[in-house]
């Protein structure tokens, strides 16, 4: 039987005040940025947890509910929701905020998926996942049916 671990063993929260350079046309900090930092920080809780390097094979979505501005506090709040044979789901939630004013808010949420490798780039199994509340059992409901969903997707696709 494989080790178990909780998620609050890989759990972590990537932060950066942003600058002018992160600007997008408008203004606001670029998408592309934010992107760059929910993967680092869904890799993070992915590398704790399985203890070994990984690779990204999935992203969900990224949809941004509010922009992100210049001078602003941007936190990657990132855990575990599942965990398959060798790959884990990581949701990602971006928190902003005013470091003057406070009121933090929720940007926008997203799910992703990584695979743990070898030095020569085979998967390797992880450790299974250990579920202490009601509300990460649901969350590994949802993200069992997000991973089905993803398989069925492959396969039409290679059809």
């Known amino acids: 039987m494989r ?17 002018p350079q992160e600007a997008n046309a408008l203004g606001n900090v670029h998408g ?6 929910v993967d680092e920080a869904g890799a993070l809780v992915a590398m704790r947890h399985a203890a070994n390097i990984v690779v990204t094979v999935a992203v969900d979505s990224m949809t941004f509910d509010k922009p ?13 929701t599942y965990v398959g044979r060798t790959s884990m789901e990581v949701r990602v939630e971006v928190v902003t905020e005013n470091p003057l004013h406070g009121n933090p808010h929720v940007t926008n949420t997203a799910y992703l998926v990584y695979v743990a490798i070898d030095a020569n780039g085979k998967p390797v ?6 579920y202490e509340t009601p509300e990460q059992q649901a ?13 069925q997707q492959r396969a039409l696709e290679q059809t």
Request: charged share 30%.
């Open 125 to 130: 199994e992880v450790p299974e996942l250990k």
């Open 3 to 19: 080790e178990r671990k909780h998620i609050s063993d890989s759990r972590c929260t990537l932060s950066a005040l942003m600058g």
């Open 68 to 80: 992100i501005l210049v001078g602003h506090l941007v936190m990657c709040n990132a855990e575990l």
């Open 139 to 151: 969350r590994a409901e949802r993200a069992q049916a997000r991973q089905s969903f993803r398989k």
């Open 32 to 37: 592309g940025v934010i992107m760059k930092m």
